[in-house]
Nanobody, 128 residues
Framework: QVQLEESGGGLVQPGGSLRLSCAAS????????IAWFRQAPGKEREGVGC????????YYVDSEKGRFTVSRDNAKNTVYLQMNSLKPEDTAVYYC?????????????????????WGRGTRVTVSS
């Protein structure tokens, strides 16, 4: 049974940083790609970034390039989302998601329907 568990969310001031973790069980991340999504109140879930295990490639939504970094530690079966220079508009519940396959689709990684397994999310609030 595949399970994903996010952690690391919380309250942070604008300009601050957070690192979110996504711990996987029931799956070996060496063979899975992992994506991060977020959903703000009243908005649709949007893709933030994706990490391939095949070649280490990563994809990001254009608006977050340079601020967000997805990394993985396959030995710990964990994927991370480092978020810097946080803004109030980054406030959302952040989710990790995965499906079988060791690469992110270059054209569809951002689509929620591409993923079979989801964590329950961790809340990030950016506010002074």
């Amino acid at each position: 049974q595949v399970q994903l568990e996010e952690s690391g969310g919380g309250l942070v001031q604008p300009g601050g940083s957070l690192r979110l973790s996504c711990a996987a069980s029931g799956v070996i991340l060496d063979y899975y790609h992992i994506a991060w999504f977020r959903q703000a109140p009243g908005k649709e879930r949007e893709g933030v970034g994706c990490s391939s295990s095949s070649d280490g490639s990563t994809y990001y939504v254009d608006s977050e390039k340079g601020r967000f970094t997805v990394s993985r530690d396959n030995a710990k079966n964990t994927v991370y989302l480092q978020m810097n220079s946080l803004k109030p508009e980054d406030t959302a519940v952040y989710y990790c998601a995965t499906s079988p396959g060791d690469y992110c689709s270059a054209y569809r990684w951002w689509a929620p329907g591409e993923y079979d397994y989801w964590g329950r999310g961790t809340r990030v609030t950016v506010s002074s």
